[in-house]
């Protein structure tokens, strides 16, 4: 029997619950299923709005920052080097790079814990033209050598495993464990009932995104799909659920394109209610693409949607692939062409028999390879592995 005391991870990470967003949802739920697996978990993270309630509901010790731009990672240092004495920490297990990896790389020199790097996507891609993706371009080589030197870094898909290796990292330091689904939170959950009424959606088709309004997600390209799709499929609305940098545009390309009466923006929408708003749809659609540096590392969202039984479209981008078993659980298409996706959302929603045998397949997949409880097992075995043995 391992003592629970050799196996004291810290989990740092600046992306980290209650925020929304796939980094926030990985992080957490590792942090929750490694103490559930044994593991004495202490999260270090930055101030966020209502985070005093979030941490107070969780049966693990969380330390926050305040989060100054100037100020930030200097303090987020100095708590890590405090917290590893303090709560004499064996692992620190950093979910995103910048800049928790990078600080827990340096600071192992002083306290010689072992590190273990998350990596999602976007930290390996280097198409960026602004000066912050020509700057992470400038410095790949210093990020090859963290990966590097760290004890293991784990990515979330065969797409990131294979930038990191083209970026120069040993494939011996990869270990690919994808994102997975708590099926607790997502199965046996009825309609928005609420929402039905609201938007008068009884009797229509829905289409559903649910993510941040930028624009390697997609939505302008099912806007433009919807008057496609409204000619075959008359009762159509499309739902947006998310706020970002780029919903004026989205709205403009909606009013230019006379859709007003098909496409309905929700904003930022509850966290307790998506499991709600995914069994209200018809087919779960996010045709991500590459924009610049930013990337689809995984898409948690495709896993949710097809936890709720739904079909689900992405783009044949990034780390999709890994996400969406394509003819399967769902589609892959070309997320630049209308006529291709339009054509894959045309075919389920009109096929209600298709619709629906995709939808059980996906969640069949779920329940017997990707739930947090099955992924957190095996990372929390190599967990130990580095920790106690000294090898990865």
């Keep these: 029997m391992i003592d629970n005391n050799k196996l004291s991870v810290l989990m740092f990470s600046t992306d980290y619950k209650p925020d929304g967003g796939g980094i926030a949802e990985h992080t957490y739920q590792?942090?929750?299923?490694?103490?559930?697996?044994?593991?004495?978990?202490?999260?270090?993270?930055?101030?966020?709005?209502?985070?005093?309630?979030?941490?107070?509901?969780?049966?693990?010790?969380?330390?926050?920052?305040?989060?100054?731009?100037?100020?930030?990672?200097?303090?987020?240092?100095?708590?890590?080097?405090?917290?590893?004495?303090?709560?004499?920490?064996?692992?620190?297990?950093?979910?995103?790079?910048?800049?928790?990896?990078?600080?827990?790389?340096?600071?192992?020199?002083?306290?010689?814990?072992?590190?273990?790097?998350?990596?999602?996507?976007?930290?390996?891609?280097?198409?960026?033209?602004?000066?912050?993706?020509?700057?992470?371009?400038?410095?790949?080589?210093?990020?090859?050598?963290?990966?590097?030197?760290?004890?293991?870094?784990?990515?979330?898909?065969?797409?990131?495993?294979?930038?990191?290796?083209?970026?120069?990292?040993?494939?011996?330091?990869?270990?690919?464990?994808?994102?997975?689904?708590?099926m607790d939170e997502w199965v046996n959950v009825a309609k928005d009932e609420q929402l039905i009424e609201r938007y008068n959606l009884n009797n229509k088709k829905i289409i559903l995104t649910v993510g941040s309004l930028i624009p390697r997600k997609g939505h302008d390209i099912v806007i433009k799909a919807i008057s496609r799709i409204k000619a075959k499929i008359p009762n159509v609305k499309y739902i947006i659920a998310g706020e970002g940098p780029n919903e004026n545009y989205l709205k403009g390309l909606v009013r230019e394109r006379r859709l007003e009466e098909y496409v309905i923006f929700l904003g930022r929408f509850p966290q307790q209610r998506l499991n709600q708003l995914y069994n209200t749809c018809d087919v779960f659609v996010m045709p991500n693409r590459e924009d610049g540096s930013s990337v689809e590392g995984f898409g948690i969202v495709f896993l949710e949607a097809n936890t709720c039984k739904k079909p689900v479209i992405g783009g044949n981008s990034g780390g999709t692939a890994d996400a969406i078993v394509s003819g399967r659980t769902g589609f892959l298409v070309d997320p630049n062409n209308i006529k291709d996706l339009s054509g894959k959302i045309i075919e389920l929603l009109a096929n209600s028999d298709m619709a629906q045998r995709i939808g059980y397949q996906g969640y069949e997949r779920i329940k017997n390879e990707l739930t947090w409880d099955k992924i957190v097992s095996g990372i929390r075995l190599k967990i130990e592995n580095i920790i106690t043995k000294g090898y990865c």
């Design 30 to 182: 590792m942090a929750r299923h490694l103490h559930n697996h044994g593991c004495r978990m202490v999260v270090l993270s930055v101030k966020k709005m209502g985070c005093e309630e979030f941490d107070g509901n969780q049966l693990f010790k969380t330390y926050r920052v305040f989060n100054i731009w100037f100020l930030r990672n200097l303090l987020l240092f100095f708590y890590l080097l405090y917290l590893c004495r303090k709560e004499d920490i064996k692992c620190v297990y950093s979910t995103i790079t910048h800049p928790c990896g990078e600080l827990s790389y340096v600071g192992s020199f002083l306290l010689h814990y072992k590190t273990i790097i998350s990596v999602h996507g976007y930290e390996v891609n280097y198409n960026g033209i602004s000066w912050r993706g020509k700057l992470k371009k400038n410095l790949k080589w210093t990020r090859s050598h963290i990966y590097n030197h760290t004890d293991k870094v784990f990515v979330v898909s065969e797409y990131t495993k294979q930038k990191l290796i083209q970026s120069g990292v040993n494939q011996r330091q990869i270990q690919v464990y994808p994102n997975g689904v708590d």
